[in-house]
């Protein structure tokens, strides 16, 4: 696995000195990676200085990034020219999304804006050009996605597929046509007699080269990655769900919603923890494998940890 860091820009909210600012920014990661982003970035009040850098650790989450930003003095009221301080800021990183380093001190008020990106797949710690990245991430996107096919042997009408819940009106091959299936390692499709997610169901983890008990009778989708742990909305893996990589995720980072899951799937090498309480305390339930519901700890989950094994 990877992680990819995405620098993407600086935002001079006030500089406190008359004209532009030139300013420095050095980051650290808790790896040992450190770097500096800019030097003598030339800034004004209310500008932005484009970074649009991108960089790679094999950190797990959770990870600490330190961001160091200072602004170039010159020699003015005879003193030497120097480096000021406007601060050391650390973020713990636990989980992808976007980050926002804040600045405030008697040379400036600026921002650093940054976006976390996992990756399955290995690429080399550093700085990473954008079309390498953009190329992994493509290339990343293509091997692992699932796809439904007109006829069998994979022929016909194409329709690729994400992690998601496909209805018939969703299903833009059409309706009972699907006679193949592609399903890459690491993903579940289920197919559905009905609309609705209803009747009978099929699920397949590998290729289906054709489907002798259910050619033509696909009304409905459902398609999971399993190579992460899943969250559920009810029990038996139902309802809305949230993929979930390695890190902790407290309340705010439950899209699913607090005190609503019901069902968890984890795939083997995996751990992970239900908190009853947010900021992961109160009574515990840890789980290493699927659980279809969770007696004893329904609708009471506000903070997660996910963890390899």
Known sequence: MSIVVYFSRMHVIDDCEAGSGDWKLEVAFSDGQSFTLFDKAEVASGGNYMINQHWVTQLNFPFDISCHLREYDNDAFGLAAAWDEVGLKTKTIENEGSYQFKFKSGEGEVDVDCTVRYMSTDMPSGRASEGVVKSGLEAEASRSRPAIFEHIEFGGKRQDLTAGRYDVTQIT???DVVSS??????????LYLDSGFKGASKALVADARSLPDFNDKTSSILVEETARPIVYEHIGFAGRSQTLSAGRYNIGSLVIG????SSVRV???WRVTLYQHANFGGATKVLTSDAQSIRGFNDLTSSIVVERL
Request: proline share 10%; aromatic share 4%; glycine share 16%.
């Open 173 to 175: 091959l059409g309706n």
């Open 181 to 190: 299936v592609k399903v890459p390692q690491g993903w579940r499709v289920t």
């Open 258 to 261: 607090n005190d609503v899951i």
């Open 267 to 269: 795939p083997n090498g």
